[in-house]
Each structure stands twice: as C-alpha cells, then as structure tokens.
C-alpha cells in the first residue's frame, strides 16, 4: 500500500485499483475543530481537483477535492457521523472516501511523505 499527498493538503492510500481519500493531520490542525463533513454520495464519479467533499470547523468552511479522478466507491458514514475523528485521527479513522482509479497517471505529480513533510516545513 502506498500513501501520496496533495499539495492542498489531502492523503491518498493506493491498494490497487482504489485509493482511500483524506485530510492530512497538517490540513486539521490549521482547520482547528472540525464540526462538519459532507461526504459525496456513493457512485458519483468525480474528475480530478473537482471538489468532492465539504469540511466545516470553527474557523471555516473548506472544500476537499478529489485528487484523481474516479467513481466513489465508500464513503466513511463514520466520520459523518462524528466529525471529530478528523482531529482525533486524520490519518486512519478519519478517511473520507474510496475511489476507483480511472487513470493510475492521475497519482504521477503527488508527493511522497518525505516530500509532503517538506511542503509543509
């Protein structure tokens, strides 16, 4: 399995033909508190940067876009139902939802760890 950031601050976890989409732990600790997650819906296909989700906190209101493009494939009702999973765990238990990669060209560009830590530094 393989994990890539985006440089709007987004976690992708690649198993093959899926990848499992959230917000990096830098991205939830500038949102502060978050007190809202709109999810898309099961089976929509989204293009790649098209916004795909909405995360609400007590500072403001953002966007989550969909990195690659692909159909949604699971949402996680779990971090709908308590947001606060995205400040508690937003690496693991906080993943917003899975994609089936329509096009694996769409992850070239995407950094690895190493240089997402050195985005953010």
């Not at 393989?2 to 709007?8: A, I």
């Not at 296909?45 to 500072?59: N, Y």
């Amino acid at each position: 399995m393989t994990t890539l950031f985006t440089s709007d601050h987004e976690w992708l976890q690649i198993d093959g033909d899926v990848a499992t989409i959230g917000i990096t732990d830098y991205a939830q600790t500038q949102l502060g508190d978050v007190v809202f997650v709109e999810l898309p819906k099961v089976g929509r296909t989204l293009k790649k940067a098209e916004a795909a989700a909405v995360v609400e906190s007590v500072k403001a209101a953002s966007d989550v876009y969909a990195p690659i493009a692909g159909e949604v494939l699971e949402v996680n009702d779990a971090v709908a139902a308590d947001p606060s999973l995205v400040n508690s765990d937003p690496g693991k238990a906080a993943w917003f939802f899975k994609l089936r990669i329509a096009n694996k060209s769409d992850l070239d560009g995407l950094m690895d760890e190493a240089a997402y830590k050195a985005h953010t530094a």
